[in-house]
Each structure stands twice: as structure tokens, then as C-alpha cells.
């Protein structure tokens, strides 16, 4: 049926679960956002992609958007008072459906055409979709014929699909970014501390894209992550990536969702050798651990000189969330050899403001507390943070500051 007809199962009052990143389902929520006889619907979701014609002001009380990530094209409506947040750990968020914490009325998702057993697939994300198409006993489906069908814990059966639309579009792609020379180098130094036989998780951006495209020379590296891009698939092209050396799932590629170019796509779509699971079950910290030499690699918004690290808000403004941070950097820190690492460029603001900073600016959030913290990467350097005292962290990270603001972090109160 059409996409306007598939939701008129949605009433006023219900908690509907949005299927997220690129297997987000468009032509549904713009279908949602014409009916104009809904009010008090919650839509729960993780980072979306396109547009999100619910959120505008126009349609308030009639829609709440709940953020569990926040993705570019939400930051405004949080911002704003239209749209809320929950902080929580990528791990965490199945659990909400699965345990009644939230209790979903529906599910709106995209899949992939059934094959001939009568079974669809969750395609490009499943992170919290498996739990809440579980959870949900109402199921509305995009059925895209460019959706690719992933192995894993993937299915969703044709029968306990309540309505669906049928679509022919591509997905949205997020091409590999050009590389500065300041990411260049933090990549050089991020990729030295990568061995033979790692297990990486890495996801999209320039800093993860800098390291893996250095990383053709190694041998026997595994993956376990929450996501991976374009990068991972040069790595796996290449033969440096095989899988043999982890313990959890080896041979396989473990992810819960993929974003990147058509490329990526392409890679997953009927792979066997890519095992698409929960984020509960891939960003559990003890399923992480017992992989070996685990190289976490997680970006950050500012480190202040005792090893906090903010990496979800600008101040008190939410820019994203706390998503798989705290799962990888605790569960790389479990690995035999493992190497929890924060990367990020020393500045911001065309080099007039640092990201090592004395205190985090007011209102920041703490992802990676200063217990936590290991590795932390600019490009004038990587540091270990851990076991060291307040004072001997202050000074590693002065090191690794922009020369132009290393005095002021000496002179700076509590330093």
C-alpha cells in the first residue's frame, strides 16, 4: 500500500520506535508527519538520516522526537525545547524495549524484499531495531529493493508485518571525507599503535578513515564494532583483515550497523562473513574483552587536563550522544594488550581555541570519565593517561596541546 495508507495503524498516544542511520524509513515518516489527526505520539531513535518534518514547530503536541543519539538534523529541535535527549550507553538502549522500560505500540522500519523462505532482513542497522521489532506488536515496514539483505540476527518474517509500502530508492551514502594534513598525522600515530592481530573498532569520520588507510601492512587483524564505513572494506580487500585471531565470532566481521557509499552497501548485502547483532550483544564490554589486543579508537569534543572527555555536548548543548564511547574504551581496557584510545585534533575554531582545556567549558557532559581514560591522541602526539596522577596527566597533556596554547595551560587556574 502506500506509504500514507501503511500508517494509518499509528493512533494518538503511541510510542513508535524509528529505524535509524541509513536504514531509516523516509517515505514512512513523511507520510506520519501529513496526518494531521495524530497528537501526543512519541517516536523514539537513534541517529537519523534525511529530513525530519515532525520536529518542526508547527507540529508540536502532535509529535515528541526522543533522541537516544543525536544526529545533525535533530541537534536544533534539542536544542530548541522541541525535541528530547536521553543519555545513555549504546549497550543500554535494546534493553528499554526488550524490558518494558519503554513500552513501543510500533515499529516503524526499512527492510529488505523477503527471500523465498518468506523472511525480510533488518538490512543496514540492527543496534536497537532487533529489540524493538520484537517489542513492538505492531510492525510497519518499508520494503526497499535496494535495502541489502545482512546475515546475522537479521530477520523479520513477511507475515508479522502489519502494513508495508514497496520503494526502489538508494540509501544515504556518507562518502569518505578529504584528509588534512592535521588528520593525516593523527592517523600516523593512532596507526603505530595498532599490532599484527588486533581487533579494531573504529567508526565513520576523517580520524577513523586516516587510521585504517594506514593499516594496509598489517596482518591478521579482526573487527568488532558498532559500525564501520567505506575503510573497513579497503582493509578487508586488502587482506590485512581475516578475522582469525578473535574469539568472539571469528571469521567474522561483528557489527550492529554499516553507513558509508554505495560501496558499503554492496559489501554487506548477502555477506556471510559480516554478523549484523544487537548493540547490546555488540557493545557489551565482556564480549569486547575477551577479543584480543582490542584497539578502540573514539573521537572527543575536549579533554581537560585530569583526563575527563566530553564527546556528546558543546557546553551544556547537545551535539550527539553517548552512543558505544564508554562500552569500547571499558571493554578495550578488559583486552589482553588492549588499547582504549581517544583521538582527536588539538584545536578547534581555525586553531584559536584548544581542545585540551584546564576544566571542561560549564555544562559539558562527561562520557569517558578520568578513571577510565587511556590513550588520548592529538597530532603533536599519543599519551597513556592511565595510572598516572592528576599532575603527571596535566603535563602529558600540555605535550600534546597546540604550541600556541600550552602556555596558557600552564598559567591557567587548577593546572
Given at each position: 500500500?502506500?506509504?500514507?495508507?501503511?500508517?494509518?495503524g499509528?493512533?494518538?498516544?503511541?510510542?513508535?520506535?524509528?529505524?535509524?542511520?541509513?536504514?531509516?524509513?523516509?517515505?514512512?515518516?513523511?507520510?506520519?508527519?501529513?496526518?494531521?489527526?495524530?497528537?501526543?505520539?512519541?517516536?523514539?531513535?537513534?541517529?537519523?538520516?534525511?529530513?525530519?518534518?515532525?520536529?518542526?514547530?508547527?507540529?508540536?503536541?502532535?509529535?515528541?522526537?526522543?533522541?537516544?543519539?543525536?544526529?545533525?538534523n535533530?541537534?536544533?529541535?534539542?536544542?530548541?525545547?522541541?525535541?528530547?535527549?536521553?543519555?545513555i550507553?549504546?549497550?543500554?538502549?535494546?534493553?528499554?524495549?526488550?524490558?518494558?522500560?519503554?513500552?513501543?505500540?510500533a515499529?516503524?522500519?526499512?527492510?529488505?524484499?523477503?527471500?523465498?523462505?518468506?523472511?525480510?532482513?533488518?538490512?543496514?542497522?540492527?543496534?536497537?531495531?532487533?529489540?524493538?521489532?520484537?517489542?513492538?506488536p505492531?510492525?510497519?515496514?518499508?520494503?526497499?529493493?535496494?535495502?541489502?539483505r545482512?546475515?546475522g540476527?537479521?530477520?523479520?518474517?513477511?507475515?508479522?508485518?502489519?502494513?508495508?509500502?514497496?520503494?526502489d530508492?538508494?540509501l544515504?551514502?556518507?562518502?569518505?571525507?578529504?584528509?588534512?594534513?592535521?588528520?593525516?598525522?593523527?592517523?600516523?600515530?593512532?596507526?603505530?599503535?595498532?599490532?599484527?592481530?588486533?581487533?579494531?573498532?573504529?567508526?565513520?569520520?576523517?580520524?577513523?578513515?586516516?587510521?585504517?588507510?594506514?593499516?594496509?601492512d598489517r596482518?591478521?587483524?579482526?573487527?568488532?564494532?558498532?559500525?564501520?564505513?567505506?575503510?573497513?572494506?579497503?582493509?578487508?580487500?586488502?587482506?590485512?583483515?581475516?578475522?582469525?585471531?578473535?574469539?568472539?565470532?571469528?571469521?567474522?566481521?561483528?557489527?550492529?550497523?554499516?553507513?558509508?557509499?554505495?560501496r558499503?552497501f554492496?559489501?554487506?548485502?548477502?555477506?556471510?562473513?559480516?554478523?549484523?547483532?544487537?548493540?547490546?550483544?555488540?557493545?557489551?564490554?565482556?564480549?569486547?574483552?575477551?577479543?584480543?589486543?582490542?584497539?578502540?579508537?573514539?573521537?572527543?569534543?575536549?579533554?581537560?587536563?585530569?583526563?575527563?572527555?566530553?564527546?556528546?555536548?558543546?557546553?551544556?548543548?547537545?551535539?550527539?550522544?553517548?552512543?558505544?564511547?564508554?562500552?569500547?574504551?571499558?571493554?578495550?581496557?578488559?583486552?589482553?594488550?588492549?588499547?582504549?584510545?581517544?583521538?582527536?585534533?588539538?584545536?578547534?575554531?581555525?586553531?584559536?581555541v584548544?581542545?585540551?582545556?584546564?576544566?571542561?567549558?560549564?555544562?559539558?557532559?562527561?562520557?569517558?570519565?578520568?578513571?577510565?581514560?587511556?590513550?588520548?591522541?592529538?597530532e603533536?602526539?599519543?599519551?597513556?593517561?592511565?595510572?598516572?596522577?592528576?599532575?603527571?596527566?596535566?603535563?602529558?597533556?600540555?605535550?600534546?596541546?597546540?604550541?600556541?596554547?600550552?602556555?596558557?595551560?600552564?598559567?591557567?587556574?587548577?593546572?
Amino acid at each position: 500500500m502506500s506509504p500514507d495508507e501503511a500508517v494509518r495503524g499509528i493512533s494518538s498516544g503511541m510510542r513508535v520506535f524509528i529505524h535509524g542511520a541509513a536504514a531509516t524509513p523516509t517515505p514512512l515518516l513523511e507520510a506520519l508527519a501529513r496526518r494531521t489527526d495524530l497528537e501526543d505520539v512519541t517516536l523514539y531513535h537513534l541517529h537519523l538520516e534525511g529530513p525530519v518534518p515532525w520536529t518542526a514547530p508547527a507540529h508540536a503536541g502532535r509529535f515528541r522526537s526522543v533522541s537516544l543519539f543525536t544526529g545533525a538534523n535533530m541537534r536544533q529541535a534539542v536544542q530548541e525545547g522541541r525535541a528530547d535527549f536521553v543519555p545513555i550507553f549504546l549497550s543500554d538502549v535494546p534493553s528499554l524495549f526488550s524490558s518494558g522500560a519503554v513500552r513501543l505500540d510500533a515499529a516503524l522500519v526499512q527492510l529488505s524484499p523477503p527471500d523465498r523462505h518468506g523472511y525480510c532482513s533488518l538490512g543496514t542497522s540492527i543496534d536497537a531495531a532487533r529489540a524493538a521489532v520484537d517489542s513492538a506488536p505492531m510492525i510497519i515496514a518499508e520494503i526497499n529493493a535496494r535495502m541489502p539483505r545482512t546475515h546475522g540476527d537479521t530477520s523479520v518474517p513477511l507475515e508479522s508485518i502489519e502494513a508495508f509500502s514497496v520503494t526502489d530508492r538508494p540509501l544515504p551514502e556518507h562518502r569518505p571525507e578529504p584528509e588534512t594534513p592535521v588528520i593525516a598525522r593523527i592517523g600516523e600515530l593512532v596507526a603505530g599503535l595498532v599490532e599484527d592481530g588486533s581487533t579494531l573498532q573504529m567508526g565513520i569520520g576523517a580520524i577513523p578513515d586516516a587510521v585504517l588507510s594506514r593499516l594496509h601492512d598489517r596482518h591478521d587483524l579482526g573487527v568488532h564494532t558498532e559500525m564501520f564505513s567505506d575503510r573497513m572494506v579497503d582493509l578487508v580487500e586488502a587482506g590485512a583483515v581475516n578475522n582469525r585471531m578473535k574469539a568472539v565470532f571469528p571469521g567474522r566481521i561483528v557489527t550492529s550497523f554499516v553507513i558509508g557509499s554505495q560501496r558499503v552497501f554492496d559489501f554487506v548485502d548477502d555477506n556471510s562473513e559480516v554478523e549484523f547483532i544487537g548493540a547490546d550483544q555488540s557493545n557489551d564490554t565482556g564480549r569486547i574483552g575477551r577479543n584480543p589486543k582490542v584497539v578502540a579508537i573514539n573521537s572527543a569534543i575536549q579533554v581537560d587536563l585530569t583526563g575527563q572527555v566530553c564527546a556528546d555536548s558543546i557546553g551544556p548543548r547537545i551535539y550527539s550522544g553517548i552512543g558505544g564511547q564508554m562500552d569500547f574504551i571499558r571493554g578495550a581496557a578488559r583486552s589482553a594488550g588492549g588499547k582504549p584510545i581517544i583521538a582527536l585534533p588539538s584545536t578547534a575554531a581555525g586553531g584559536t581555541v584548544s581542545r585540551i582545556v584546564p576544566t571542561l567549558t560549564e555544562g559539558s557532559g562527561v562520557v569517558t570519565t578520568r578513571g577510565h581514560v587511556h590513550w588520548v591522541v592529538t597530532e603533536y602526539g599519543a599519551v597513556n593517561l592511565h595510572g598516572k596522577s592528576l599532575r603527571e596527566r596535566a603535563e602529558l597533556l600540555r605535550s600534546i596541546a597546540h604550541p600556541d596554547h600550552r602556555g596558557a595551560l600552564r598559567t591557567s587556574p587548577g593546572s
